[in-house]
């Protein structure tokens, strides 16, 4: 089973974002962290790191950027895949410096974004340590 931590502040996009997983080949338990202080309490307690991180960078609190400077650079962590609305390049630069594996932007076609995010998860979900 694939441990997902989802950082996500939009309710609507959850609800995507699970859509996606329950129509991927993956077993996935998802849990969510709707503001970046609760993710990186989750992400402190965890007994052991969640298998794939899917990280908004506009959320409450401390920003998606604020906790891939924290633990996106980890050799043995979880792999981070970004998932957002920034159209910014320079967001996307600074996100694949901190240590994101991916960088999607979330689109705006409903059958795009779950295939877009089935995909990533489909990708990223066994990469845990490489």
Do not use: C
């Not at 709707?34 to 007994?47: C, K, P, T, V, W």
């Not at 957002?84 to 999607?104: F, H, I, M």
């Amino acid at each position: 089973m694939l441990h997902l931590l989802l950082v996500e502040d939009n309710p609507g996009d959850v609800l995507l974002i699970r859509e996606a997983i329950r129509s991927s080949s993956l077993d996935a338990d998802v849990l969510v962290a709707y503001d970046g202080e609760q993710a990186l309490r989750f992400l402190s307690q965890f007994q052991s790191n969640p298998d794939m991180i899917l990280l908004d960078l506009n959320v409450p609190k401390f920003s998606g950027l604020e906790i891939l400077e924290r633990y996106g650079r980890a050799d043995t962590g979880p792999p981070f895949i970004v998932l957002t609305s920034s159209e910014n390049p320079l967001d996307k630069q600074r996100a694949v410096e901190l240590g994101a594996r991916d960088y999607l932007q979330k689109p705006l076609d409903l059958n795009t974004y779950i295939a877009t995010v089935r995909g990533a998860i489909e990708r990223h979900g066994n990469q845990r340590d490489q």
